[in-house]
T-cell receptor, first 114, second 114 residues
C-alpha cells in the first residue's frame, strides 16, 4: 500500500526567503506526482504535475523535483511571499496502476511572515 | 465555468440523523471523486464515478455511507445514520478523460456530527 509522508508538518519563514518542502513515498512505481495547494476553507488547486519520466517541473517561482528511485520529491519556492501561505500537499497514484486513485500526504502548513 | 459546486458548505447535525452532501461537477467532466479530509487520516478517496457509474467504492468506510450519480451534473454522498466520527471536510472533485491527471476540487462541505 502506497504511503506518502510530508516533512515538515508546519513551516514558518520570513518574506523573501527561499524554502523547500519535502515529500516521500513508499512505492516508487508511480506514474506521476502532483503538488497541490490548499487555502483555508477552500478546495485543492493543482500546482505542478511531474510525470515519472521527468526530473522536475517549473511554474513561476515554484520548482518541483522528482527522484523515483529514492521515493522523494521536493517543492522549492523562491522568494516567498505572504500570499504563498497555505497548506501544500503532494499526491501520487495508488499502487496498482490506477491514475485516478490518489494517495495524499497530510501536507505542510506554510506561513510566510511579512 | 463556475468550477465544482458543493452544498451545503457547512452542516451541523446530531448523531443518528441522515446527512446528504451534494456536488455539481464541471460541465463536460466525466469523472467524479468524493474525498474525506480529517486531521488524523488526511485526505482519503471514498469513491469515484466514470460516466455516472461507480467504478471503485473501496474507500467507503461503512455501509452507512452511500453515493449516487443520477446524471452527469449531480452527485450525492449520503450518511445514514451519522456518527460523531464522521465529522470531517468532504470534497468533491471532477476531471475528464483527456486530462485525467488533473482533478478540480470543490470548496468542500464541513460536516460536524454532535
Amino acid at each position: 500500500k502506497q504511503e506518502v509522508t510530508q516533512i515538515p508538518a508546519a513551516l514558518s519563514v520570513p518574506e523573501g526567503e527561499n524554502l523547500v518542502l519535502n515529500c516521500s513515498f513508499t512505492d516508487s512505481a508511480i506514474y506521476n506526482l502532483q503538488w497541490f495547494r490548499q487555502d483555508p476553507g477552500k478546495g485543492l488547486t493543482s500546482l505542478l504535475l511531474i510525470q515519472s519520466s521527468q526530473r522536475e517541473q517549473t511554474s513561476g517561482r515554484l520548482n518541483a523535483s522528482l527522484d523515483k528511485s529514492s521515493g522523494r520529491s521536493t517543492l522549492y519556492i523562491a522568494a516567498s511571499q505572504p500570499g504563498d501561505s497555505a497548506t501544500y500537499l503532494c499526491a501520487v497514484p495508488n499502487s496498482g496502476g490506477s491514475n485516478y486513485k490518489l494517495t495524499f500526504g497530510k501536507g505542510t502548513l506554510l506561513t510566510v511572515n511579512p | 465555468d463556475a468550477g465544482v459546486i458543493q452544498s451545503p458548505r457547512h452542516e451541523v447535525t446530531e448523531m443518528g440523523q441522515e446527512v446528504t452532501l451534494r456536488c455539481k461537477p464541471i460541465s463536460g467532466h466525466d469523472y467524479l471523486f468524493w474525498y474525506r479530509q480529517t486531521m488524523m487520516r488526511g485526505l482519503e478517496l471514498l469513491i469515484y464515478f466514470n460516466n455516472n457509474v461507480p467504478i471503485d467504492d473501496s474507500g467507503m468506510p461503512e455501509d452507512r455511507f452511500s453515493a449516487k450519480m443520477p446524471n452527469a451534473s449531480f452527485s450525492t454522498l449520503k450518511i445514514q445514520p451519522s456518527e460523531p466520527r464522521d465529522s470531517a471536510v468532504y470534497f468533491c472533485a471532477s476531471s475528464f478523460w483527456g486530462s485525467i491527471d488533473t482533478q478540480y476540487f470543490g470548496p468542500g462541505t464541513r460536516l460536524t456530527v454532535l
